[in-house]
């Protein structure tokens, strides 16, 4: 069977997984609820034949495997929605009244891909008894960063050759780039409560603590790399003001583009707020909420994925599509479309298009975005690629109201339907030839050197 037989089966399953993706978005599900989600995608893939494990303390996680032995190949899947993002499939904007929730990221079209690719694969490793293992990894929570480390914790990715998936976006594309690395945390300050007029004697404020802490973080900030973020929010800073409050909380992002620069930064963060506590007599906890790692792309894969997407051919978009596409678009000016596909290295031609139907290559390697992800923990324990697809209209920023609607309309659905077939394409090619996968994990281990992967979690 060849490389078109596998792509008719995902066109001849188009309706089943469209439906899927479109309940999953109307679904809307946040990080650790995507209850119903999951179920439906675990539910399908049970009935396709597939064995299903679950993850240790992971509800809304699962596995979804199919086939014995060596290679085991992974592709991923997310499902978790964002808040404030709720819009029906309109271009103007219209939240859908009993939800505040949406798909502004398309995480409804990542997981139904992976779940198209894997049950196309599994009918032609039957047919052609081809050995090997493949693997449908349902991961929640990714808006926050924390599904796939959970899930690496639990040492599920330490069995896999190689694994890849995608991301929706306004272009098709190899992601040859990393992420920033990352620390999400939260420092808990107890005081002593009295009355603020009467007895100011009495109390001590948790909220100077977090206001003399977030004092020592912003001087802090002259002295860590350029590259390197930190932010925060407060997220408790007391009751009323005649109270002196003996509860504040301030949560904190540290990024950089290294795992060991984010550790190194988040050590002296603990210093200051061991110092913010000691100056204002208060004790402190905190708390890792979660801790993601920089990407390590693997170009062996990469290429791969490319030769795919170009087998595949580009996202088959209908008059509707372009229709959609170009009231969406009207809404951003050329220059915000820009300032958006330049984080992307877009080439400039385009930026004319409406919608990105052609497959586009660019040099992003070494490059490291400004955002984090959840996958780079994943690049650290097997060879690892990943490309994005045009679910979106040229220059559309992710987690927006736009994206949401695209992610639900005709465009997002096609483009879907192109990351499937490039995945399974993919995974297809590894499986046939076992010297692709001895040269993809050649390449990790060289680009790893030796480094073995520590759960943030237990840094
Ligand atoms: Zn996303």
Redesign the pocket.
Known sequence: MDKKALFDLIDRNEKTLKEMATAIWQFAEGPFKETASSKLQKEYLAGQGFRIREVPGVETAFIAEYGEGKPVLGILG?YDALPGMSQKVSAARESLDDQSYGHG???NL?GTSGVGAVAALKEIMAAEGLPGTIRYYGCPA??ILAGKVVMAKEKVFDDADACISW??ASMNVVWGCSFLAMNSMKFRFKGIPAHAAAAPQAGRSALDAVELMNVGANYLREHVSEKARIHYVITNGGMAPNIVPEDAEVWYYVRAPKRAEVREISERLFKIAEGAALMTETTMKHELVAGCYDVVSNDTLGKLMHANMVEAGPPKYTEEDFEFGKKLSALSTREDKKKVMSTYFAPDHVLDKILCDEIIEVNDKGAVLAGSVDSGDVSYIAPFAQVTAATWPVGTA?HTWVATAASGSGIGLNAMIFAAKTMAGTVYDLLKDHALVAAAQDEFKKSLNGFKYISPYEE
């Open positions: 997310e990221c398309g995480h990542l990714e808006e991301h929706p992710a």
